[in-house]
């Protein structure tokens, strides 16, 4: 079975700096995606950026990007230019290609941004 | 485009009592999730519908927990009795058949308070 492991329950910021959030997951398998998923007090989760694993290539959206590490299935997400809105719960999560639509979320890091 | 819609917010009942949720996906969306996310963890699946089958429904506490999607649209979440540990968030989240890598698309969730 796929697990998803983040080790950081809690992480600060200031605001203008860059943050980077920790994810790594188990899997047998060599095709799948992986997802940042924001969630902030309203508690509407957002997605933030995805990765296809056959991509070696980094996604980045904006201000988020992802260094993905295949072989040592690590998946970690980069904030630049971190602002007051981006404090919020983070989740990492897995989806198999093959194995039916479910995410398979980590614990979470609960980002603060401080002015 | 409007979201995926969910009711109530909020919701006290004490054990043993009977609880039922509301969830109205996006438009045109034939896969359908419902996750629950005790507090403190990441969202864990409880069934995933496709149209009005279920996909996958292995983490559903069968004994207590019931859902259908009868017309292949909106979708209800019963619990019959309620116990203390089913005190969690209920999200509901739904994606585009065929869509690419078929983002999930949460709603604001039901957090549910079991006394």
């Not at chain 1, 790594?24 to 007090?41: G, V």
């Not at chain 1, 957002?46 to 040592?72: D, P, W």
């Not at chain 2, 519908?49 to 983490?59: A, E, R």
Request: proline content about 4%; aromatic content about 10%; charged content about 20%.
């Amino acid at each position: 079975a796929q697990t998803v492991t983040q080790s950081q329950p809690e992480m600060s910021v200031q605001e203008a700096e860059t943050v980077t959030l920790s994810c790594t997951y188990d899997t047998s398998e060599s095709d799948y995606y992986l997802f940042w998923y924001k969630q902030p007090p309203s508690r509407q989760m957002i997605l933030v950026i995805r990765q296809e694993a056959y991509k070696q290539q980094n996604a980045t959206e904006n201000r988020f990007s992802v260094n993905f590490q295949k072989a040592a299935k690590s998946f970690s997400l980069k904030i630049s230019d971190s602002q007051l809105g981006d404090a919020a719960m983070y989740f990492c999560a897995y989806r198999s290609r093959n194995q039916g639509g479910k995410l398979i979320f980590g614990q979470g890091t609960e980002l603060s941004v401080k002015p | 485009e409007a979201g995926v819609a969910q009711s109530p917010r909020y919701k006290i009942i004490e054990k043993r009592q009977s609880v039922a949720f509301w969830c109205n996906p996006i438009s045109g969306h034939a896969t359908l999730y419902w996750y629950q996310q005790i507090l403190g963890q990441g969202p864990k699946l409880l069934i995933q519908f496709q149209n009005n089958g279920v996909v996958d429904d292995s983490q559903l506490p069968k004994d207590r927990f019931s859902a259908e999607r009868l017309k292949g649209v909106d979708s209800t979440l019963k619990i019959q009795p309620a116990k203390l540990e089913d005190s969690a968030v209920y999200l509901c989240a739904s994606s585009l058949v065929g869509a690419r890598q078929e983002t999930q698309y949460f709603g604001p969730g039901t957090r549910l308070l079991v006394l």
